[in-house]
């Protein structure tokens, strides 16, 4: 726990958020988030455009103010009704949407542009580790104007990064990448903020790029938080419909409970449920790609409707007899028609269940 002082608890959140409420123009845009952040964690906020994730990172970084609710940094009070920190005393780097790059500045001066109290070597060093970083070296000496959204992106992330800040606040930072580049990028981001244990809170609709950069990640929907979780808790364990639909690909069965199992028409399913209900409730079962295994000695038999090939994998959706779709993964060199039949079972270690 850095920058602690004497009085500090240990287990003091380093960022906190209070029964955070906002609207706009008489519109609710956050109603009632709380959450806290421990030093050095990196967490995601995912969710549907216009959810409210971006306000939450404005009134985190001082350039909005709460209607009713309170940020608190270290334990003192940064954000409130009637206080609002100045955003430069706060200790806080935001890399915003739009970059916000100073357009008489080139590349290699963006980066440097917060580094003025480092000696003119070490302020070198740092821009440059972050030019090869970002694989900007070749670019060093351009103007904004002259590069593109994506590269422009790079450099405001590199110059937020430059400044080692005690909480980076990051708004979609990899949207304007393409894939290859953005996944090697978040991850070594993920490593350089990590080994300066700076506290993170980073903005995405992107699920795979949550699940790779977040320790937490919070689902968030019309300005609530419907979940604050691990990654692996997201995915297993949803807290709710909204979650357990938005967060990774899955499709509902129903069923019937039973003593130790959940009667469906894949058969009796046995893994671990998260939650506990008598006999003979009707639920529905959600049952993600990775459940469905081939089997043909006990699987059910179902036929492939469709089929989408990704790769090194392929996504079959297929139909049950009763009409019912569910979906399932499988290697690519496997290659099955459309039309064909295919014996399925379900193994699952957890069973996500829903009225």
């Known amino acids: 726990m850095g920058n602690l002082t004497g009085n500090q608890e240990v287990n003091q959140p380093h960022?906190?958020?209070?029964?955070?409420?906002?609207?706009?123009?008489?519109?609710?845009?956050?109603?009632?988030?709380?959450?806290?952040?421990?030093?050095?964690e990196i967490v995601c906020l995912l969710g549907p455009s216009g959810c409210g994730k971006t306000s939450v990172l404005r009134l985190i970084g001082?350039?909005?103010?709460?209607?009713?609710?309170?940020?608190?940094?270290?334990?003192?009070?940064?954000?409130?009704?009637?206080?609002?920190?100045?955003?430069?005393?706060r200790h806080i780097s935001m890399v915003f949407q739009d970059y916000a790059l100073f357009p008489h500045l080139t590349v290699s001066e963006n980066i440097r542009f917060g580094l003025h109290k480092l000696a003119k070597a070490a302020q070198l060093e740092k821009c440059q580790s972050l030019l090869t970083l970002m694989r900007l070296e070749h670019l060093s000496k351009r103007y904004p104007h002259q590069l593109s959204g994506g590269q422009q992106q790079r450099v405001a992330l590199a110059?937020?990064?430059?400044?080692?800040?005690?909480?980076?606040?990051?708004?979609?930072?990899?949207s304007g990448l393409d894939t290859e580049l953005r996944r090697d990028l978040s991850l070594k981001v993920r490593e350089l903020l990590k080994s300066q244990n700076i506290t993170t809170?980073?903005?995405?609709?992107?699920?795979?790029?949550?699940?790779a950069v977040g320790d937490h990640i919070?689902?968030?929907?019309?300005?609530?938080?419907?979940?604050?979780?691990?990654?692996?808790?997201?995915?297993?364990?949803?807290a709710d419909r909204f979650v357990a639909d938005f967060v990774g690909r899955g499709i509902f069965i129903p069923g019937i409970t039973e003593d130790s199992a959940v009667d469906t028409e894949l058969g009796k399913l046995t893994g671990q449920p998260n939650r506990i209900l008598p006999p003979g409730e009707s639920v529905q079962v959600l049952l993600r790609p990775d459940d469905i295994v081939l089997d043909r000695k006990t699987g059910r038999e179902t036929v492939i409707s469709n089929k989408h090939f990704m790769g090194t994998n392929t996504l079959y959706q297929l139909q049950l007899?009763?009409?019912?779709?569910?979906?399932?993964?499988?290697?690519?060199h496997e290659d099955f028609a459309i039309g064909s039949t295919l014996w399925v079972k379900v193994e699952a270690d957890h069973l996500i269940l829903f009225d």
């Open 15 to 40: 960022l906190e958020v209070q029964n955070l409420q906002l609207a706009i123009g008489g519109n609710p845009v956050l109603c009632g988030l709380d959450f806290q952040i421990q030093q050095g």
């Open 62 to 89: 001082g350039f909005m103010t709460p209607d009713v609710g309170t940020v608190l940094m270290q334990g003192k009070e940064i954000s409130s009704p009637s206080k609002v920190l100045a955003p430069e005393k």
């Open 159 to 174: 110059r937020s990064l430059a400044v080692s800040p005690q909480v980076l606040l990051m708004d979609e930072p990899f």
């Open 201 to 211: 809170i980073m903005v995405t609709h992107d699920q795979e790029e949550a699940f």
């Open 218 to 238: 919070g689902v968030m929907s019309e300005g609530k938080l419907h979940q604050w979780a691990a990654p692996y808790d997201l995915y297993h364990k949803p």
């Open 321 to 332: 007899p009763s009409g019912h779709l569910i979906e399932c993964n499988l290697p690519s």
